[in-house]
């Protein structure tokens, strides 16, 4: 493999290359295929070339697009806003081209890689996501288009929602494409890592979601958020227990605690979910999940490195996970008294610690591979810096889905009576509020704040109250908007 001389390596370039991976913008492609694979040297991934002036504006532009544009132009269509439609096109208009640059830039080289191949699969949803836009723009209910009307809204809602997901795991494709990590023997390793570190992070958003907007579709659902978080852990505790050690072979490395550790989850899951319902069949809080992602990060605090700095990440990461689990207990046991929210429903400040721990956590869990800290080390780059910078990319997309769940729940509230005016003579006068971003004045109405919630079949449920415009394109001129 190739490697760039830690000699002339600067430790500020260090960084940037080894956590893009890591970051949430690290959409790095490689499509040239064969042009100037003669400078690849033979049983090396990438050449020795720094990454040129194009391939870093296909870079931004895809970050721009795919991280920013698209996800913001997912959220304006649920809610139904006339600026969903404007910003998608934007984000389409940034991307076809950034994509075509992927295939034009000189410097670095690269072999064949999983980044190219999956490239086209990510612009065709694009394709079909435009396909479904533009049939949905003109509103043809009658006859046959009526029954394909209501394929092409269910299509458009799921391909749009599953676009952020998908794109993630192409710039995580990215970032291990550019510096021609996880080949041959550290494939395993990587996968772990990307996937376990994705998980958390996923974990912090559903979270984030729950708390914000998710508490009327979770009272609907008649079970507790712990039933379904130790649901989820049971079921990857099993898949752990059966996958971290090659059955019939001698046992190895860390096989032992990484199997452990699956049993200790799918046990401690089917706690969780027993202990999730009173007896009455009410849905109960309890402490198990927090308690897992504790125990979790005292293993992983501990677990065995190659590299002194390895260790000191890792011991990072542990501690990290294990505040986020004891912040989950405190939240749900002392700060919520076993209560689904706080009783105005209004979030409470300790409440975001676990989610943005886990945030971290998953950065941190994704920036500790072999290779990536043989990079730091020969840099010279401390355990501190480095833990500083991927805790500053966890504040950024911490940052990023508080703010869409924002634009989502100050645009999703139904139209009620103003009350700014008209007060009665014995209350005292309140100043007129702004208007919202949409032009829409906001209600400070608790029924109708509890009542916001993000479900992706919200795509869906308006459309069938009537045949006149299901769609979210033929929506956009609605007095929500």
């Known amino acids: 493999m190739a490697r760039i001389i830690p000699s002339s390596l600067r430790p500020s370039l260090a960084i940037s290359l080894a956590v893009i991976i890591s970051a949430k913008g690290n959409g790095v492609v490689a499509h040239g295929g064969d042009h100037e694979m003669s400078k690849i040297v033979t049983g090396e991934w990438i050449s020795d070339d720094p990454i040129d002036a194009i391939l870093w504006i296909h870079i931004l532009l895809m970050m721009l697009s795919f991280g920013i544009i698209f996800p913001t132009g997912m ?203 009173k007896r009455d069949g009410a849905p109960k809080r309890n402490f198990v999940p927090g308690f897992v992602i504790l125990l979790t990060g005292w293993a992983m605090s501990g677990h065995p490195q190659h590299l002194p700095l390895s260790t000191m990440v890792h011991v990072v990461f542990g501690y990290t996970l294990m505040a986020a689990g004891l912040a989950r207990i405190i939240e749900v046991a002392f700060v919520l008294r076993d209560r689904a929210t706080t009783e105005d429903g209004e979030a409470n400040s300790f409440q975001y610690i676990a989610p943005f721990l886990l945030y971290a956590s998953g950065f941190l869990f994704m920036g500790a591979t072999e290779e990536q800290m043989q990079l730091i080390s020969d840099a010279g780059i401390t355990h501190v810096s480095y833990v500083l910078v991927l805790y500053s990319f966890a504040f950024l997309i911490f940052l990023f889905t508080n703010m869409l769940l924002h634009l989502y729940a100050i645009n999703s509230s139904p139209p009620v009576p103003p009350k700014d005016i008209d007060s009665p003579n014995d209350a005292p006068a309140r100043a007129p509020r702004l208007p919202r971003i949409n032009g829409h004045n906001p209600s400070d109405s608790r029924q109708i704040r509890d009542a916001e919630e993000f479900e992706l079949e919200g795509l869906m449920s308006e459309d069938d109250a009537g045949p006149e415009s299901p769609s979210t394109l033929g929506r956009n001129n609605e007095t929500r908007v």
């Open 75 to 277: 959220v304006l269509g649920i809610v139904r806003n006339r600026w969903h439609v404007p910003l998608q096109v934007l984000g389409t208009f940034i991307a076809v081209p950034a994509y075509f640059l992927g295939h034009l830039h000189k410097g670095r080289a690269f072999s064949h890689n999983v980044h190219a191949s999956f490239a086209n699969w990510l612009m065709l949803m694009l394709i079909v996501q435009i396909v479904f836009g533009i049939y949905l723009k003109f509103h043809i209910t009658k006859g046959f288009h009526g029954k394909i009307r209501k394929v092409a809204v269910y299509g458009h809602g799921i391909v749009g929602k599953a676009m952020p997901v998908v794109a993630w795991v192409q710039m995580l494709f990215g970032g291990i494409t550019a510096l021609g990590f996880c080949r041959d023997d550290h494939l395993g390793q990587c996968l772990a890592h990307f996937i376990m570190g994705s998980a958390f992070i996923g974990y912090g958003i559903i979270l984030t979601l729950m708390m914000l907007v998710g508490q009327a579709w979770l009272k609907r659902s008649g079970r507790s958020q712990e039933f379904f978080d130790s649901a989820l852990i049971a079921a990857w505790g099993c898949v752990n227990t059966f996958t971290e050690h090659r059955w019939g072979g001698a046992w190895v490395a860390n096989d032992i605690q990484h199997t452990t550790m699956g049993v200790i989850w799918w046990c401690a899951g089917l706690t969780g979910v027993w202990l999730s319902r």
